[in-house]
């Protein structure tokens, strides 16, 4: 029993996911069916990898608005070049660019200039998201190839392949974190940066990788979100922002770095896909969703922050 | 003046950046079009920064407290919805301002409350009350455009001995605004709390009212605002608001207001609004298309940010070598 509350206590996000599974498959019966799980592991795969960019970045303890603009331009950059090439593989590898380009750009400017990661993202996410609806006129992109729509729906051992993705990204990130030495140095910048100076770590270079590691996992989010739309939307992100942060801090990972991982991370997306999934299906319209969300958003944080070991601000 | 003087001026006084920033991006303007300087034209620009640049006055609090609102454009929005609804349900005038005013400071002070009581951190606090307002407000019409009364228009484009009465709304709250940052235990205050939380406890300063309030007065500017873009477009809309966060927030930074707290000012915010409308209107000459101004607004805070911490590089690296003279 107490082992049970001390598990309970490290992971507040399995007492939420416990709530909502029991309720949700109590008011509506289509809830726990595999068609409904499936669909709900597939339309959040883009947010879980994004999710998992923006934990590493809060456990290096900064911070990236871009993500979810990155995301809609390299979705559109990725659409296009898909359009005119038909090559899935280049349209690929022209989001990894766009989205490791804006990282770069972060990682330089917040890493190496010292510039505050609030601003600069923000800047960078205000010019991501114009040169998306530049790039597409304001309209989805058309002429996705034939493959991308299949890949959409593929499923790789029981699980939607993008959702396959996503898992394999969680896999090794979780593993880079955890067994790496680049892993310990950027928990210890994000826990303390002057003891991380001072053991001979390089600060500037640690703080650059996250947001390129950041930047590129929202370019991968970008091409997985063409997959599951049909289209590349320039509008893709704009509403992702809210999702992703949540996801991060209802999972335990806290803004003031140094605590939390990227697989607890995991907990939080389930939260908000499982809230959204199930609201939709007992017929809770989208607004009162938003209510909701806020509240259980900012509870699941306060109560992360409250039970787990998270020290004072 | 020496380069140098306006250097140590700037580097004092953040906020004459964006003034001088402004002043050259008006001659640049005025040269390429013959009625930029026209008194019309300029009383243009200011109500077109009228919403932003009151919004900036109660956001250049809240972060000279270290803290943040990424909610505001969902109480310009709730609290638009709500004035629009009570038009639409009492017809009376003074029941809707009033409810309208005091719900727009509650919503601010909410904010503050559940930052100062649960200790969320602000960013999370207010990322999470933009959902539960825009919620509450599409929730509270149906999701519904409901337009306003037309003599509503006499907010956003009357004018009181000629001069158009959202700038004068916007003069007053400015007024305020900088007497209460510079004349007002308030304003003191709030630097304080900026500067150093801990310090501001450590010497009973009442931290937990302080932020409530600065949460609260944004609150009740952003009610003021949505009065006057309700007035100035017609009636409610469902995108009133989104995005206006980022707009408000860049004003401040632009203004030279520090994003880690304790200091700002207020005439600072303004100018950057100002400025940034000021954009809007040279790409609105140049005829560029809409979608380039995100690009183009972007880039400007990147750049005046990194201006900013670069003189701050260089100042850091004069000082360490004057003091490796002095030891040498």
Not at chain 1, 193 to 217: C, D, M
Not at chain 2, 98 to 120: E, K, M, P, Q, S
Request: with cysteine; aromatic share 8%; net charge positive.
């Amino acid at each position: 029993m107490q082992s049970a509350t001390k598990f309970l206590k490290s992971y507040p996000a399995l007492a939420i996911i416990a709530v909502l599974l029991t309720g949700f498959s109590l008011l509506s019966p289509f809830f726990l069916t595999i068609g409904n799980v499936e669909a709900m592991l597939g339309a959040n795969a883009v947010v879980l990898i994004a999710a998992v960019g923006m934990t590493v970045v809060f456990l290096a303890g900064g911070i990236d608005l871009s993500i979810s603009t990155v995301i809609s331009v390299s979705a559109v950059a990725s659409g296009l070049v898909m359009a005119a090439t038909d090559n899935v593989a280049l349209g690929a590898a022209t989001a990894v660019i766009v989205g490791f380009g804006f990282g770069a750009l972060n990682g330089l400017l917040i890493g190496y200039f010292r510039m505050t990661p609030f601003i600069t993202t923000m800047a960078t996410g205000l010019i991501a998201r114009g040169l998306a609806f530049v790039f597409s006129s304001g309209i989805a992109v058309r002429g996705t190839p034939y493959w991308m729509l299949d890949f959409g729906f593929m499923v790789w051992f029981g699980i939607p392949a993008v959702m396959v993705i996503a898992l394999l990204i969680v896999i090794l990130s979780g593993t880079a974190m955890a067994r790496t030495t680049w892993g310990r140095h950027v928990m210890l910048v994000g826990s303390n940066e002057a003891a991380a100076r001072f053991s001979g770590i390089n600060v500037p270079f640690t703080t650059f990788s996250v947001y390129l590691f950041a930047g590129t996992l929202g370019g991968v989010a970008g091409f997985i979100s063409i997959a599951n739309l049909g289209n590349a939307i320039p509008g893709v992100g704009d509403t992702l922002l809210l999702i992703i942060i949540g996801a991060v801090v209802l999972g335990g990972t806290g803004m003031t770095g140094g605590e939390g991982s990227v697989e607890r991370t995991i907990l939080g997306v389930a939260i908000l896909a499982m809230l959204t999934n199930g609201l939709n299906l007992i017929g809770i319209p989208f607004y009162d969703q938003l209510i909701i969300q806020g509240i259980l958003i900012f509870l699941g944080t306060w109560m992360a922050m409250k039970l787990g070991t998270r020290r004072e601000s | 003046m020496s380069r140098n003087t306006i250097r140590t001026l700037i580097s004092r006084q953040k906020w004459i950046a964006v003034v001088l920033a402004t002043i050259v991006l008006a001659a640049v303007l005025s040269l390429a079009s013959p009625v930029f300087l026209t008194l019309s034209n300029f009383q243009a620009i200011l109500v077109q920064s009228s919403v932003t640049a009151i919004m900036a006055v109660g956001m250049t609090f809240i972060i000279l407290t270290a803290g943040i609102d990424i909610s505001v454009g969902a109480i310009l929005f709730l609290t638009s919805a709500l004035f629009a609804q009570l038009m639409l349900d009492t017809e009376n005038y003074l029941i809707a301002f009033v409810v309208t005013i005091v719900c727009a400071t509650g919503l601010g002070a909410l904010n503050g409350w559940l930052v100062v009581y649960f200790r969320v951190s602000p960013l999370i606090t207010t990322l999470a009350t933009y959902s539960i307002y825009r919620g509450a407000a599409i929730h509270l019409t149906g999701a519904q455009n409901i337009p306003v009364p037309r003599e509503m228009g006499f907010l956003g484009n009357g004018r009181i001995l000629g001069v158009p009465v959202p700038i004068l709304i916007m003069a007053t709250i400015v007024i305020i605004g900088v007497y209460m940052l510079s004349r007002t235990r308030l304003g003191v205050y709030a630097r304080a709390i900026g500067n150093s939380e801990r310090s501001a406890k450590e010497t009973n300063l009442p931290v937990g009212r302080v932020t409530i309030a600065v949460y609260a007065f944004s609150g009740l500017v952003t009610g003021i605002a949505a009065l006057i873009l309700l007035a100035r477009v017609g009636g409610l809309q469902s995108g009133i608001g989104i995005g206006i966060e980022f707009t408000v927030i860049a004003a401040v930074i632009l203004g030279g207001t520090k994003l880690t707290g304790g200091s700002g000012t207020v005439i600072g915010s303004v100018i950057g609004a100002v400025f940034l409308v000021l954009i809007d209107n040279g790409l609105n000459l140049m005829n560029a298309s809409p979608y380039i101004y995100d690009v183009v607004r972007g880039s400007v805070l990147l750049a005046a940010v990194a201006i900013d911490r670069y003189s701050a590089m260089r100042r850091h690296s004069a000082l360490e070598a004057q003091k490796a003279a002095r030891m040498a």
